[in-house]
Each structure stands twice: as C-alpha cells, then as structure tokens.
C-alpha cells in the first residue's frame, strides 16, 4: 500500500476543522504513550469518535484477511433515535483509498452489533436488539446474495457476558449478576459457565452449557476472533488484576471453544503499569493483535500473534490515537490498520483513519483515508475486508 506522507497532516486538519479547534494536536507524532488528558478540540474536529469487542467492532474470523472491499455493518447514529441497521460496501484501492459506499439493503434489527462471523455461505452478526438476537444472510465474494434473516435468542441467566461466533454457532461467555440467598438476602455470583446456540436447520436453538469453562468467573470482557482463535481481554472478576489480563482459546467446532489460557498481561511500556482501557478496540490480522482507544483513551499498544498457538508476544506502544475513540470498527490489511467510525468524547465520526506498521513493528503516523468517509457518523461499526 502507498501512502501520501507529504500531504496527510494537512489533509487530517482540513477534513477535521469545521465546528471544531484543531491546534497542535494534529501531529500524531509517535512519543508520548502515557496518555492523561485528551485534546478535547481535537477529538470534537476528528469525529466525531469514540470498539467490541466487545466489543467493538472487528474483523470476524472465518472472513478474508486482505482485499479490496470494505464491508461495514453500523448500529449507532445521531439523532433522538440512535439505533439503526445500516450496510454498506465500498471498493479499495491499490493505493489503499476507499472509493464510494453503496448502500445495501439493511439488516433486520436496529442497533450495536457485537460480533460477527463468514461461516458456511453466511454471514452472521449478533446485535444487542430484542435482548439478544442474531441476524444472517447468503454471502459470496463478499456480495450479499440473499434476504436477511433473522431471530431473537435465548439469553444466559446473568448479565455482563461475552459474545462471540465459532463459525455459525454463537458463544455466550461468563457474565455475574445478583441471586437470593437462602436467609433472604443477596450475594454476587461470577458465572464461568460457556453456553452454545447452534445454527441448525436455518435457525438457532436453545443454549447449551460447553464442556469447556472460562478460568474463572468474568463479565464485562471484550472479545476478538482471529485465524481459528479468539481472545479474551479485560473485563471484571473476582481476581482484582482481570482488567489486564488476556486468554486465548483455539475456537471448537464441537465445544465451540477450547481451553481458554492467559497469554500476557497487558502493560503500558511507557509507564510499565497494567494497561485496563474501558471499552477498548480489539484488532487482530495479519499476525497483528493492537489495543486502540477506548473510553477517554488514546493510547495504541500492539504486539504480535504467534501462528501455532496464537500466543501473544511483549507489548509495544505505537503512535497513539488523534483523540480519544471508541465503537469503532477495526480491519487490519497490507500491513495497515483502519479504525471505521467510532465514538470519541462528544460525538460519532464518519472518518476512516489509518497507520502503517513498518517491518520492525513501529507504526506510522494517523491519516485521514484519503478516499470516502461513511456515508453518516456512526458507532457501533463492525468492518469487513474481502
């Protein structure tokens, strides 16, 4: 991918003034990694910004890793009514620059999407609407060839937990939540418990409990799959370090998930203390696992992924963010990773953002996309690639 060097902080300033006091803060500069106070002009110019793991949105396993569409499947808007059900399809570039976005016909449920999935001529986002519901469609090439289906499904007992597919089975992970004890009062229970909805016969069934267990009882975490594995980071336990913790599991076309083991503790290497963002974006592709943003986050980390097992490798802070951002959607392709929409400390965005990873693993500085912006300011984003 060739990038416009000489000309992208001016871009970036231009694009981002209207309505908002830019200043210094458009040098994106890798340096300062330890966070603190965000630019409040600079992220209000940005975007409108602010993913999923969860949840935030991110490129599903089972989709290609590299190509030349751009899938987006968008949940959030301005307005009194923020759901919405928007898709959209743009080409890329040989220079990595996204032309106009099609609209496509819209999904059938209104709001975020959480996780999502390519799996057996389908693909399969899991949205928060009707408590919990899935919605699929026929896909090939990368072109939607169906009508949209969908259901509302069954919910695990407690609240607080993590969503993701194992090829068109959708996984509900952990989660916590109050119960009435014998003397009439309450206590908190973690759940560790991993239950399966399967895909069968053009729907999905009840829940059934895994053979496999989280390590411990956990809500609140965020979650991406990647390359046959998904990883868990974050989120509340009874372990008082969780926030920084990440496991890994190989996913399980039986179980729906494997083993999940800590690979690494998450830690800022600038200030080398644990790194626990609130609603954070999770990347994964092309042997590439980054931490981007979250609520009133700016700070990048990245580290490598390692194929046979899909451990994770020493951390590295990389070029942080313009501004705060999360809700974004996050493809990592050419050894470029993209942040599609996203919320930041006011407002959404309709900007598409990118930095390159050069070979020793540092990452450039943050550009505007120089072709389209969304077709409106949205959060809750999943982006594809094909």
């Known amino acids: 991918m060739r990038t416009r060097r000489g000309s992208r902080t001016k871009l970036l300033a231009l694009a981002l003034a209207p309505g908002a006091v830019v200043g210094c803060a458009v040098t994106f500069a890798p340096g300062d990694y330890a966070g603190g106070a965000v630019d409040a002009g600079a992220v209000d110019a940005l975007a409108a910004p602010d993913v999923v793991a969860g949840d935030a949105g991110v490129a599903p396993d089972g989709a290609p890793a590299a190509g030349r569409r751009l899938l987006v499947i968008a949940g959030e808007k301005d307005g009194p009514e923020t759901a919405t059900n928007d898709v959209w399809?743009?080409?890329?570039?040989?220079?990595?620059?996204?032309?106009?976005f099609e609209v496509l016909p819209p999904g059938l449920f209104r709001g975020a999407p959480v996780t999502a999935s390519v799996a057996s001529g389908r693909l399969f986002v899991a949205m928060r609407a009707l408590g919990r519901s899935v919605e699929h469609v026929a896909i090939a090439a990368g072109v939607l060839t169906s009508a949209w289906?969908?259901?509302?499904?069954?919910?695990?007992?407690?609240?607080?937990?993590?969503?993701?597919?194992?090829?068109?089975?959708?996984?509900?992970l952990g989660g916590g939540g109050e119960v009435m004890t014998d003397d009439g009062g309450t206590q908190f229970v973690w759940d560790d418990t991993i239950r399966v909805a399967r895909f069968e016969d053009g729907g999905f069934g009840a829940l059934e409990p895994s053979p496999t267990r989280l390590p411990l009882g956990i809500q609140g975490m965020t979650m991406v799959p990647y390359a046959g594995f998904v990883y868990l980071f974050g989120g509340d336990s009874a372990a008082g370090d969780q926030r920084s913790r990440v496991y890994v599991a190989r996913l399980d076309p039986t179980a729906g998930v494997g083993e999940l083991e800590e690979t690494t503790r998450v830690v800022n290497p600038a200030t080398s203390q644990p790194h626990t963002p609130s609603s954070p974006i999770l990347c994964a592709g092309e042997g590439r696992f980054v931490?981007?943003?979250?609520?009133?986050?700016?700070?990048?980390?990245?580290?490598?992924?390692?194929?046979?097992?899909?451990?994770?490798?020493?951390?590295?802070?990389?070029?942080?963010?313009?501004?705060?951002?999360?809700?974004?959607?996050?493809?990592?392709?050419?050894?470029?990773?993209?942040?599609?929409?996203?919320?930041?400390?006011?407002?959404?965005?309709?900007?598409?953002?990118?930095?390159?990873?050069?070979?020793?693993?540092?990452?450039?500085?943050?550009?505007?996309?120089?072709?389209?912006?969304?077709?409106?300011?949205?959060?809750?984003?999943?982006?594809?690639?094909?």
């Open 89 to 100: 399809l743009a080409s890329i570039d040989d220079d990595g620059d996204i032309g106009p």
């Open 291 to 386: 931490i981007a943003g979250g609520t009133s986050s700016d700070i990048v980390l990245s580290s490598t992924i390692d194929g046979a097992d899909g451990s994770l490798g020493p951390w590295r802070a990389v070029t942080k963010l313009p501004g705060a951002l999360r809700a974004a959607g996050c493809v990592i392709y050419d050894d470029t990773v993209h942040l599609v929409g996203g919320f930041g400390v006011t407002s959404r965005t309709d900007r598409i953002i990118r930095a390159r990873f050069a070979a020793d693993g540092t990452l450039g500085e943050w550009e505007l996309s120089s072709g389209e912006k969304l077709p409106g300011p949205r959060s809750g984003v999943i982006a594809l690639t094909f």
């Open 149 to 172: 289906q969908g259901q509302a499904i069954e919910q695990p007992p407690f609240g607080g937990y993590g969503q993701v597919f194992s090829g068109s089975s959708l996984l509900a």
